[in-house]
């Protein structure tokens, strides 16, 4: 069964990024680093971005970038179209996928598929990738014939997201709070799949308000945005430290002031930007 040939994602360099939607800036001089195989948690106060720059680094249309730069292993992703960039390898599975009426989740499937390869995949292949897939993420691939997420319920259109995921095999992948609306159960089939791609070396950003996905997935990396901006980063003990105290420490022990436009950091305080990080 042919593959597709683009070249696996080793580093993407986020640099003094900065974004605006209707006039408003939401991403404020964010840097960021990621590198093959990581898995990063991306926390932060509601309001604060972090949507805003998984929208931004897959390319939609809302957001204008106003500075900054990304690359992805030296190439300026932010000069390539949504589409070029899902081609490049990136996908993002969205807080609320939208219905898409009229278009039958198969033929999207399929299509998805065979816009990545060289030949277009064979009708017994799509079907052993789909009945596997469907198997995996725990739904009935009779939805298959279904109008893509029409009439899904909030769980079934997160699993139907990893699904997909599933079936295009990217190697960077931007997850929204892909826990929202699951069950216990589909949590642990969802948290499996995450953890076999990361053995495969897919790299991985994960906004989750819960700890119950982290706990799972075990991210080796932790990211705190503060209005718009990295305000501090660490690993795994960072996430589970915002989990037990919430934000509050980031003013006391950091001189992060969450109520301003832009986090400001204690002179005195020790380098932040890489609290924990070997």
């Known amino acids: 069964m042919p593959s597709d040939q683009r070249l696996k994602m080793e580093k993407l360099i986020v640099s003094n990024l900065s974004a605006e939607a209707g006039g408003k800036e939401i991403l404020n001089d964010l840097s960021l680093t990621l590198e093959k195989g990581d898995c990063l948690a991306l926390l932060g106060p509601n309001g604060h971005g972090k949507s805003t720059l998984l929208n931004v680094l897959m390319g939609s249309p809302e957001y204008r970038i106003t500075s900054g730069s990304a690359e992805l292993d030296g190439e300026d992703l932010l000069s390539l179209t949504a589409d070029q960039r899902s081609r490049k390898g990136i996908f993002m599975a969205f807080q609320n996928p939208p219905d898409i009426p009229g278009i039958v989740a198969s033929d999207f499937f399929r299509a998805s598929l065979n816009v990545r390869r060289e030949e277009p995949v064979s009708a017994y292949d799509f079907y052993r990738l789909t ?109 589970k430290r915002v989990s037990k105290e919430g934000y509050s420490f980031l003013r006391s022990e950091y001189g992060i002031d969450l109520s301003k436009k832009k986090s400001v950091a204690d002179p005195k305080a020790p380098n932040i930007m890489s609290l924990g990080v070997d």
């Open 131 to 239: 009945e596997d897939a469907y198997k995996k993420v725990g739904l009935n691939s009779d939805m298959a014939s279904r109008h893509l997420n029409e009439g899904f319920s909030g769980g079934e259109k997160k699993r139907d997201e990893i699904l997909q995921m599933l079936l295009l095999k990217p190697d960077l992948v931007f997850l929204d709070e892909i826990d929202s609306g699951l069950d216990v159960d589909a949590l642990a089939q969802i948290a499996a799949i995450i953890n076999d791609m990361r053995a495969q070396g897919t790299t991985f950003v994960i906004i989750s308000h819960y700890d119950r996905l982290y706990d799972i997935v075990s991210p080796n990396r932790t990211a705190i945005m503060v209005n718009g901006s990295v305000a501090l980063e660490g690993d795994s003990s960072l996430a």
